[in-house]
């Protein structure tokens, strides 16, 4: 049902959106966001190994963690990011500060989820000018094509690996969303789902 009121409404939320960026003058950029937490527990994932051994898989369990913040546009394969140390209103107004510092001729129309942050943070939140946000369908996972990319980075980046502190964990996410940044045909292939890619194409 989700999807399938997405096919619905999306079209008409970017029209509108379109709408108010000709007349201020902007372009207008679609963002899904998420967050993705990543840390120093690991979970061992299956590997290849030679013919008629038996890999040894390291395993650890400590729990500190630390965010990956990313807004993709689907249809040009953008990502912006950063690494923040919590899912908290506080730090999700610094992701959105510095997304409107970064495309400041955008109006860049951000599709987010009803986290908990982003719910009670909506009313204290500072939106900028630039920043229009609407909320996906609640329980919808499978709308937001951003987690495609945390599934990327995890089994590139992360499967089988144990880190010695968080310094290590941070430098690998910076790899990870390194890679996915300077490749926007390889996530435009993510998370290009076919009802955005239609109802983007209806205002092009």
Same mark, same amino acid.
């Given at each position: 049902?989700?999807?399938?009121?997405?096919?619905?409404?999306?079209?008409?939320?970017?029209?509108?959106? +379109?709408?108010? $960026?000709?007349?201020? *003058?902007?372009?207008? #950029?679609?963002?899904?966001? @998420?967050?993705?937490?990543?840390?120093?527990?690991?979970?061992?994932?299956?590997?290849?190994?030679?013919?008629?051994?038996?890999?040894?898989?390291?395993?650890?369990?400590?729990?500190?963690?630390?965010?990956?913040? +990313?807004?993709? $546009?689907?249809?040009? *394969?953008?990502?912006? #990011?950063?690494?923040?140390? @919590?899912m908290y209103a506080t730090t999700l107004q610094i992701f959105l500060n510095t997304l409107s510092l970064r495309r400041p001729k955008e109006l860049n129309l951000l599709i987010i989820d009803g986290a908990p942050c982003h719910r009670a943070g909506k009313d204290t939140l500072?939106?900028?000018?630039?920043?229009?946000?609407?909320?996906?369908?609640?329980?919808?996972?499978?709308?937001?094509?951003?987690?495609?990319?945390?599934?990327?980075?995890?089994?590139?980046?992360?499967?089988?690996?144990?880190?010695?502190?968080?310094?290590?964990?941070?430098?690998?996410?910076?790899?990870?969303?390194?890679?996915?940044?300077?490749?926007?045909?390889?996530?435009?292939?993510?998370?290009?789902?076919?009802?955005?890619?239609?109802?983007?194409?209806?205002?092009?």
């Open positions: 049902m989700p999807v399938k009121n997405s096919k619905r409404l999306f079209p008409l939320i970017v029209q509108r959106a +379109a709408l108010e $960026a000709q007349i201020k *003058g902007l372009s207008l #950029s679609v963002r899904f966001e @998420d967050e993705a937490r990543f840390g120093m527990i690991t979970s061992p994932a299956a590997c290849w190994a030679p013919a008629g051994t038996r890999p040894i898989v390291p395993n650890q369990a400590i729990r500190t963690y630390t965010y990956a913040y +990313a807004a993709v $546009a689907p249809h040009s *394969g953008e990502v912006d #990011s950063l690494i923040l140390p @919590d500072s939106i900028p000018e630039n920043i229009r946000i609407v909320f996906l369908p609640p329980y919808s996972p499978e709308c937001n094509p951003t987690e495609h990319l945390w599934d990327e980075m995890r089994e590139k980046f992360f499967h089988n690996c144990v880190f010695q502190d968080m310094d290590a964990v941070e430098q690998q996410i910076v790899k990870g969303l390194l890679w996915l940044e300077e490749r926007p045909e390889a996530v435009r292939s993510l998370t290009e789902f076919p009802w955005i890619r239609d109802g983007l194409e209806r205002i092009n």
